[in-house]
């Protein structure tokens, strides 16, 4: 089924590690985005790619790294992962009217 | 600054019913809105859009209204059922169509008893 993909789906890392969540999808939209979703908080822009070849930030963005490696994938890079950034992460891509199209989700726990 | 508000995090109804969820917005550039509902362990996923240029979308069980004057804009479910339970969220495009940035709300919890 065409969507977005994203992996891993849960993750649990130690204060100071380092990891990439990794997001792909095959709508060939233009842009992509990741997003934090935080109890009481709704959904909070990380970090945006309106095309290939482009990045910015979004509201949230401290502690985070993107790569927009080509038209199809986005990744999130922590590198070094607080207790903070405890929080599940949401890629998304848009390319219609209705807006985003969302992967699963990854469920990040850092101790 | 929260540019797009959901006051009510939760929200209870009986099967049936009709459910109301209510978002407020701020920034008066915007002129597109939509609503996402999100089960558990599950991405958000489109529901239902209005423009500005509307005061009233309806699909099926759902309804958006839009009160610009008011900054305020609601998401009728009626009759309301337990597959509705998930989190609903309010969202507004920064470029002014579905293509840009989504600020959204914090979200509310609907819950339907059966």
């Not at chain 2, 509307?54 to 305020?72: I, M, P």
């Not at chain 2, 309301?80 to 959204?104: E, H, I, M, N």
Request: glycine share 10%; charged share 15%.
């Amino acid at each position: 089924n065409a969507g977005v993909t994203q992996t891993p789906k849960f993750q649990v890392l130690k204060t100071g590690q380092s990891m990439t969540l990794q997001c792909a999808q095959d709508m060939n939209h233009n842009s992509m985005y990741w997003y934090r979703q935080d109890p009481g908080m709704g959904l909070r822009l990380i970090y945006y790619s309106a095309s290939e070849g482009t990045t910015d930030k979004g509201e949230v963005p401290n502690g985070y790294n993107v790569s927009r490696l080509n038209k199809r994938e986005f990744s999130l890079r922590l590198e070094s992962a607080a207790p903070s950034q405890t929080s599940v992460y949401f890629c998304a891509s848009s390319g219609g009217a209705r807006g985003y199209t969302f992967g699963s989700g990854t469920r990040l726990t850092v101790v | 600054d929260q540019q797009v508000k959901q006051n009510s995090p939760s929200l209870s109804v009986q099967e049936g019913r009709i459910s109301i969820l209510n978002c407020d917005y701020t920034n008066s550039m915007f002129d597109y809105f939509l609503w996402y509902k999100k089960y558990p362990a599950e991405g958000p996923t489109f529901l239902i859009s209005i423009s500005s240029i509307k005061d009233k979308n309806e699909d099926g069980r759902f309804t958006v209204f839009l009160n610009k004057s008011a900054k305020h804009l609601s998401l009728h479910i009626v009759p309301s059922q337990p597959g509705d339970s998930a989190v609903y969220f309010c969202a507004a495009p920064a470029g002014g169509t579905s293509y840009g940035k989504l600020t959204f709300g914090q979200g509310t919890i609907l819950t339907v008893h059966p």
